[in-house]
């Protein structure tokens, strides 16, 4: 019997994945190939859309813009709801399959409306001003099409990486967990990948083939990607739906609120609390005390089961949990400081504007850079910066200093929020001066002229912001791995989504005050649709300085926070060698 376990241990470590058995490496890629085609289908639509809505639907660039910023926040937030649907009531599979039907048939309603005319107004593309008003049925048809991909996206996104993650029936295996790497390291080159082939592919397709073929494309994409995911279904290890940590939550606030009224001992020994399995803590930590209500056992025999577990988990909860929830409230007034820079980094509408009124040929008066993929310069210098960080900046900052040499986390993130007002402050500059050559030039008969003065002049912002990125967003992810248990990866990954759907509602919000208030007694608005005669470099300067709040607030919630887990450790090794000096 000994020997025939070992030589199945044998077989698994070398071929831990092409077993008759369900799931393994044979399944890895066709998760992957269903969420980079629904990438690049999604994000190629996003970049031109706003000339979509005003060209073809006559939209105000405020009210086009709007409409923007809730869908994306939408899908931004759609994987939260995705995540907990499919932990606590539908599964992985049946999510991620539910979610490629519903944006291949959102997609499919956008493609419509590009080609069939009346599903849309009646509008001239070079003057939008003479469109009729949409009627309720084609704005309905419009925004539906923007519900179903944003569901679609979360359905998709929500799941995708933990499916292909239970694929791999044994992660402590040593193959399997060489292959789990492997799987991370693909999985984030795809995303990659999808939204560099999303800003140049599409976008130009979009520009020189017209709305039809540049909606009609990613319509085959998600087809392709629905295609691929359900190619596979015979091979993939499907688990059962089960509850999440965000129940968990649920569960904890509700049993302190139910035992708000029990009076805690004067010592934390005394009183009996509720431990899980396994678990190293036997009691709860001091901070946020009054959650510890509900892991309190006030009677063994009614609150406890035989086996130890609670009789109603809604009634008593495990420490774990009670701690669990504490690490999330610690961590929120930090991860609300990347809000900020996500509003600055969502302004792409804005951008699309600018390039599209500037000179954006390169290289000969034949070729030019489309307006909606100068976001792929932010790609870029984030993927240049993190090669350059990881193999140049820090080995040679090592060598100098004769010791290995990190930015700690905290820093990193103050780093990118300081970038991100740097950005905005030259993108201002830039709008400033654009504005200044375009008013030059512009005439009666040629309103809306394009300004002598080169697209690649929005390069320096991009590039900031990229970097800005590159600083502040992976270190606020670290962040959240690194403050979290491990049982709490999927919060950790999740909470950078939310923090962009609430973004694009901020976003949506100083947009619309600043319409409001800059349009009064029958101005020209800040953000018109018209960007000669509006004022984008206030706009971008009010959020300069916004961004400059954001940063000192940021400060402030640093020093409250104290140390991380890491610098915890590295204060107690250095006040350890003072003493031993």
């Not at 295609?227 to 940590?245: E, M, R």
């Amino acid at each position: 019997m000994e020997s025939c376990s070992s030589d199945t241990m044998d077989s698994t470590l070398k071929e831990p994945l092409l077993s008759p058995q369900k799931g393994g490496f044979r399944t890895l890629p066709f998760i992957i190939a269903n969420e980079a085609f629904e990438r690049v289908a999604s994000y190629g639509l996003m970049p031109n859309m706003i000339l979509y809505l005003m060209r073809e639907y006559g939209m105000q660039m405020s009210t086009g813009t709007n409409i923007l910023f809730f869908w994306s926040a939408a899908t931004n937030f759609a994987p939260i709801i995705g995540a907990l649907l499919a932990d606590s009531y539908v599964g992985r599979f049946r999510m991620i399959g539910f979610g490629s039907f519903l944006s291949l048939l959102g997609m499919t309603l956008l493609w419509s409306t590009a080609m069939i005319s009346e599903a849309r107004p009646s509008c001239d593309e070079f003057s939008p001003q003479s469109c009729t008003s949409p009627t309720a049925f084609q704005l309905i048809f419009l925004f539906s099409s923007f519900l179903l991909m944003s569901m679609g996206a979360g359905g998709i996104r929500s799941s995708s990486l933990a499916f292909g993650v239970d694929q791999l029936n044994d992660i402590d295996n040593l193959g399997n967990s060489r292959v789990l790497e492997s799987f991370f390291s693909w999985y984030y080159f795809s995303i990659t990948f999808s939204l560099m082939a999303a800003l140049t592919c599409i976008v130009y397709l979009q520009d020189h083939m017209g709305w039809k073929m540049g909606f009609g494309v990613p319509v085959l994409l998600m087809l392709l990607s629905a295609l691929s995911f359900f190619l596979a279904s015979p091979f993939y290890v499907k688990l059962k739906a089960k509850t999440s940590l965000l129940t968990g939550f649920a569960r904890v606030l509700m049993a302190s609120w139910r035992n708000r009224h029990i009076e805690f001992s004067y010592h934390s020994s005394d009183q009996l609390y509720h431990c899980a399995k396994g678990s190293t803590l036997s009691v709860p930590t001091e901070k946020l005390r009054f959650l510890n209500k509900a892991c309190i056992v006030k009677n063994a025999q009614e609150d406890l089961t035989p086996d130890g577990r609670a009789s109603n988990p809604w009634h008593l909860c495990t420490i774990d949990q009670v701690e669990e929830l504490k690490a999330l409230i610690k961590v929120i007034p930090l991860w609300s400081t990347g809000i900020m820079m996500c509003v600055s980094m969502s302004q792409n509408s804005f951008r699309l504007i600018q390039a599209n009124s500037m000179d954006r040929h390169v290289f000969s008066s034949s070729f030019e850079i489309p307006a909606g993929s100068f976001g792929m310069f932010i790609l870029l210098s984030l993927t240049l910066w993190l090669a350059l960080y990881d193999r140049i900046v820090l080995p040679l900052a090592s060598k100098l200093m004769g010791k290995p040499v990190r930015l700690a986390v905290k820093t990193r993130m103050g780093i990118g929020l300081l970038l991100s007002v740097i950005a905005m402050v030259v993108s201002a500059i830039v709008e400033s001066k654009r504005r200044e050559l375009a008013l030059k030039e512009e005439t009666s008969s040629a309103p809306q002229v394009i300004a002598p003065m080169s697209a690649l002049w929005l390069v320096p912002p991009l590039c900031l912001f990229g970097l800005s990125e590159a600083f502040a967003t992976i270190g606020q992810n670290e962040f959240f791995f690194s403050e979290f248990p491990r049982s709490m990866s999927s919060i950790a990954s999740a909470l950078f989504g939310v923090g962009t759907a609430v973004a694009s509602f901020i976003a949506s919000l100083i947009m619309s005050i600043i319409d409001h208030v800059t349009r009064r007694e029958g101005k020209e608005s800040w953000v018109s649709g018209d960007i000669n005669k509006g004022h984008y470099d206030y706009y971008y300067w009010v959020l300069a300085g916004l961004n400059l709040l954001n940063f000192l607030y940021f400060i402030i919630c640093s020093r409250a926070y104290g140390p991380c887990e890491g610098e915890r450790g590295k204060m107690f090794d250095e006040k350890k060698e003072t003493i031993d000096e």
